[in-house]
Each structure stands twice: as structure tokens, then as C-alpha cells.
């Protein structure tokens, strides 16, 4: 045996296989693709490639987003800057008070929405008072199509006076909102 490599006949790592013949060449492909792993393993690791990942990611949503079409029968209704800056301009800051969604339950429900989904924790009382609390509660009774979000921890932590209590659950389907404590199972 040589201790030169002879590249064609990849005598520095089996001696006895050509790198034309068929076993050559899975050995060759075996090792560079862990080669290519261990690098992208290192890279990955080290946080380096995650822009690109980020940036690919992107690009693969905005061309499936330009060859799928969202179905005509869905609609947002969607609080960004613009909403925030035009209620300021009328003194509402945010949190906005939560009777200003109760108009926007009763548009949606009358609009015969199947369902109305709401992405805002309402895990405290209203800042605005009971009957801010209470105005937006009778539009969700009303309504019977709204979906509100939870809000699932698993710590213990005493219970505020406003909580529904954790041992029986609140009467009525709206009657009580804000946060319920309830234990869950923790697995680990």
C-alpha cells in the first residue's frame, strides 16, 4: 500500500476498491454526503445558517401564497398601525375598550358568519369597568358562533376575586369571562 492517495483508485481509505467501480462509487457518495452533513450539522448548530433558512422559508410562503388562492367566503378583520393610529387620533388608546368589538361581533353575526374568531387574551378585567366587560360579554352570548382563545399554564398562583372559581365553572355560555383557573395534568 501507497501513502500517497491515489485519487483514482481511492487507495488512501479502502485500498482494494477503484473509485470507477460501483462499490468506489458508493463509498464516495457515502462519504461525502457525511461530509456534507457534519458541515451543515456544525453550521447549523452555530446559529450561521438561520438567516438563510429564515429567508427561504419566506420565499417558499410568497410563492405558495402567489399559486393558491384564499377562499372568497373568509374575511379578517384585522387591528394593525393604521387601526391603532386612526382610534388615538379620536383619543382610544389601546387596549381599546372592549365594547368597541362588541359592534364587530353583532356585524359579523348578522352577516350570518359561521364562525367569528378572536386572537386577543382577555385574561384580565376591563381597565374601562364592569359594563365595558359586560357590553362585549352580551354580544358573544348573543352571537353563539364566537371562539376565544385560552390561555393554558401550568403553575400555581393564587386566585384573583374576579376569577370564575376553579371548583365549579361559570353558568350560563358568556356569563363569566376572564380567566379560569383550572389544573391540568403536567407530563413530562
Not at 501513502?3 to 460501483?22: D, K, R
Not at 366587560?133 to 352571537?143: H, N, Y
Amino acid at each position: 500500500m501507497r501513502f500517497c492517495p491515489n485519487f483514482e483508485t481511492m487507495e488512501f481509505i479502502v485500498p482494494s476498491i477503484a473509485l470507477h467501480s460501483p462499490q468506489g462509487k458508493t463509498v464516495s457518495v457515502t462519504a461525502i454526503g457525511l461530509l456534507v452533513w457534519l458541515v451543515v450539522m456544525v453550521l447549523y448548530r452555530g446559529q450561521l445558517l438561520e438567516p438563510f433558512e429564515l429567508q427561504t422559508y419566506d420565499q417558499l410562503c410568497q410563492l405558495s401564497e402567489a399559486s393558491s388562492s384564499s377562499p372568497e367566503e373568509i374575511a379578517l378583520v384585522v387591528i394593525d398601525q393604521g387601526s391603532l393610529e386612526a382610534a388615538l387620533e379620536q383619543g382610544i388608546t389601546w387596549p381599546w375598550p372592549r365594547q368597541m368589538y362588541a359592534p364587530i361581533v353583532h356585524f359579523c353575526t348578522s352577516s350570518d358568519a359561521r364562525a367569528v374568531v378572536f386572537d386577543i387574551l382577555y385574561t384580565e378585567p376591563s381597565a374601562y369597568g364592569v359594563e365595558d366587560d359586560q357590553l362585549l360579554a352580551e354580544a358573544l352570548q348573543e352571537s353563539k358562533v364566537v371562539l376565544l382563545p385560552l390561555f393554558l399554564i401550568n403553575t400555581d398562583r393564587p386566585q384573583q376575586d374576579w376569577e370564575a372559581p376553579s371548583s365549579s365553572p361559570p353558568k350560563g355560555r358568556w356569563q363569566a369571562m376572564g380567566f379560569a383557573q383550572r389544573e391540568l395534568p403536567y407530563e413530562r
